[in-house]
């Protein structure tokens, strides 16, 4: 499966954002899926996951009550709905899939990964 992020841009603090990872070539209900982020000089941090029916999702404690992570396997589609954003949020932010794969925060085992789409919080 090959996956497609959007949905990132410039906003000021206490703005809202949703991104949006798109799944082509595969089945995307075979794959745990994730959202990681790396702001510059920093390592790529795990910000959320979701399971494959949704049914279980995990969040980094720095976005938990912010951000909210959904997906739609009819629509192929993995989304993440940023809220009260912060200018600590600012980071390039990548959708991730492993298959059938446990959710876990590592990075490691997740393949693959769609390119970054960034963020920008600040006033």
């Known amino acids: 499966v090959q996956l497609q992020a959007s949905g990132g841009g410039s906003v000021q603090p206490g703005d809202s954002l949703r991104l949006s990872c798109v799944a082509s070539g595969g089945t995307f209900s075979w794959y745990t899926t994730a959202w990681f982020r790396q702001a510059p000089g920093k390592e790529r941090e795990f910000v959320g996951g979701v399971t494959r029916y949704g049914g279980t999702t995990l969040y980094a404690d720095s976005v938990k009550g912010r951000f909210t992570i959904s997906r739609d396997n009819a629509k192929n589609t993995l989304y993440l709905q940023m809220n009260s954003l912060k200018p600590e949020d600012t980071a390039a932010y990548y959708c991730?899939?492993?298959?059938?794969?446990?959710?876990?925060?590592?990075?490691?085992?997740?393949?693959?990964w769609g390119q970054g789409t960034q963020v920008t919080v600040s006033s």
């Open positions: 991730a899939a492993k298959t059938f794969g446990v959710l876990v925060p590592n990075p490691a085992g997740y393949d693959p």
